[in-house]
């Protein structure tokens, strides 16, 4: 599966913005769907997680409140939205399709938080 990522951009803090991630093929129902982040100089770290039907999700401490995480199965997309963002999520965000052994990712996308 290829996983195409949008959405991303600069906003100041307390704003909000929403990510997508598009998969091409028809198994997107299948995936366990995620995003990761990753901050300059920082490793990349778990943000938040769908299971396949949509029907559980769950988050890094750190945005849990704040972030959420949804997918649609019939537009083969998932999303993350984001709210009363902060300083601190600035970073490149990545998608992750996971099936088993299988796992892809998307291209990320870069979220910028002014102070």
């Known amino acids: 599966v290829q996983l195409q990522a949008s959405g991303g951009g600069l906003v100041q803090a307390g704003g909000s913005l929403s990510l997508s991630c598009a998969a091409s093929?028809?198994?997107?129902?299948?995936?366990?769907m995620r995003w990761f982040r990753q901050a300059p100089g920082k490793e990349r770290e778990f943000v938040a997680g769908?299971?396949?039907?949509?029907?559980?999700?769950n988050y890094a401490d750190s945005v849990k409140g704040r972030f959420t995480i949804s997918r649609d199965n019939a537009k083969n997309t998932a999303y993350l939205q984001m709210n009363s963002l902060k300083p601190e999520d600035t970073a490149v965000y990545y998608c992750?399709?996971?099936?088993?052994?299988?796992?892809?990712w998307g291209q990320g996308t870069l979220v910028t938080v002014s102070s």
């Open positions: 769908i299971s396949r039907s949509g029907g559980s999700t």
């Open positions: 093929g028809r198994t997107f129902s299948l995936y366990l």
């Open positions: 992750n399709a996971q099936l088993a052994s299988l796992s892809y």
